[in-house]
Structure formats: structure tokens, C-alpha cells
């Protein structure tokens, strides 16, 4: 089963933050076979933060993912969105044809209202890292959509989602996460 996990920092906690790395990344490293992406939301250069998206057993795994994460754990974060996710592409964010660099990459969430949207794919997939449908635990909802785009502005990211079809669509800057190599 696929998971989305998007945990928001809470304002004030760039200093928790940047103790806990280590400690964030030595947890993270525990999970590398299960990651399809990962990385942070951004302000600028400042995190806002932290997107994983992963293949676990069971909802119960993915909360404890969610909810062991030492950042989580220690108070860095506001709050933490986490659905079933479907991975729409069939790869992971390594896996991209664009690579780590090159271009402006965005988290566009489209929180769902009513029926389904962009269930398939939109048609120039080049620009997409990661895509698919945030669903209830029972695979019975929709209930959204996530996606990582490298795109030239907010905008366009945004466009990735069929307008008035959400009760609000987020886009966030993003980048490629985990250990510097």
C-alpha cells in the first residue's frame, strides 16, 4: 500500500529542525527501500515542510511512520497529512527522466470535494515526478490528489489539477530530499 505524508512545520521550529537532522535522516535511511519521494516544502530557503511518499504493509505502519518520526516526535511540526496514495506513474522520484536538478519543482495538493478528478494521468507527463490519488485507508474515497511537477512557476504546477474540482488546491515549492551525496 502506498502512502502520502506531508508534515507542516510549525512556525518557530527551524532551530528543532536543524538539531534533529541527523536524527531525521538516520530514520528516514531505516525506510530507503520503501520511498517512492521524498523531500521538503520550501519559503524561500527555509523548510515549511517535509513530503514522504512510501510503499508500507498496512495504515498502522504508515502511522507509526508518521508518528515515530523523531522531527514529529520532538515538536517541529504543526500538523501531519497522511492518506493512501496511488502511485499513478509507477516509479519513484529517482526514477525521473528529469533528474534531481534542473528547473523549479512544486507539491501541488488538491484537497478532493465531491467526485473524483484526474484519476488519469494529464497528458504531458514529462514534468511529473510523482502523481496519483490521495484515497480513504479502505480504498473506498477519493479523496484528493498529490503530485510532485517540476513546472516554470506555481501556476503552472497548479495547472497539473482540473480547476473547481477540489475544495482548494496548495502549491508549495519542493525540492528533491534526503542525505547530500
Avoid: K
Avoid at 64 to 92: H, I, K, M, S
Avoid at 98 to 127: E, F, I, N
Avoid at 157 to 176: C, G, K, M, N, S
Amino acid at each position: 500500500m502506498e502512502f502520502f505524508c506531508y508534515h507542516r512545520d510549525r512556525p518557530g521550529s527551524m532551530a528543532l529542525r536543524e538539531e534533529l537532522l541527523e536524527e531525521h535522516w538516520s530514520y528516514m535511511d531505516r525506510y530507503a527501500t520503501e520511498m517512492i519521494a521524498r523531500g521538503p516544502t520550501l519559503a524561500g530557503d527555509a523548510p515549511t515542510g517535509s513530503v514522504h511518499i512510501l510503499d508500507l504493509p498496512d495504515p498502522g505502519a504508515a502511522r507509526a511512520f508518521a508518528f515515530d518520526e523523531p522531527n514529529y516526535q520532538a515538536g517541529v511540526y504543526r500538523d501531519v497529512l497522511l492518506r493512501r496514495w496511488r502511485n499513478t506513474l509507477g516509479r519513484t522520484m529517482w526514477d525521473f527522466p528529469g533528474g534531481r536538478t534542473g528547473g523549479d519543482r512544486y507539491l501541488v495538493l488538491g484537497l478532493g470535494a465531491g467526485q473524483a478528478a484526474d484519476l488519469a494521468m494529464p497528458p504531458d507527463r514529462d514534468d511529473l515526478i510523482a502523481y496519483g490519488p490521495l484515497i480513504s485507508d479502505d480504498d473506498t474515497r477519493w479523496l484528493g490528489t498529490a503530485a510532485l511537477v517540476r513546472a516554470p512557476d506555481p501556476d503552472t504546477a497548479r495547472a497539473v489539477l482540473t480547476p473547481h474540482r477540489y475544495a482548494d488546491i496548495e502549491v508549495h515549492d519542493w525540492q528533491f530530499g534526503g542525505r547530500p551525496s
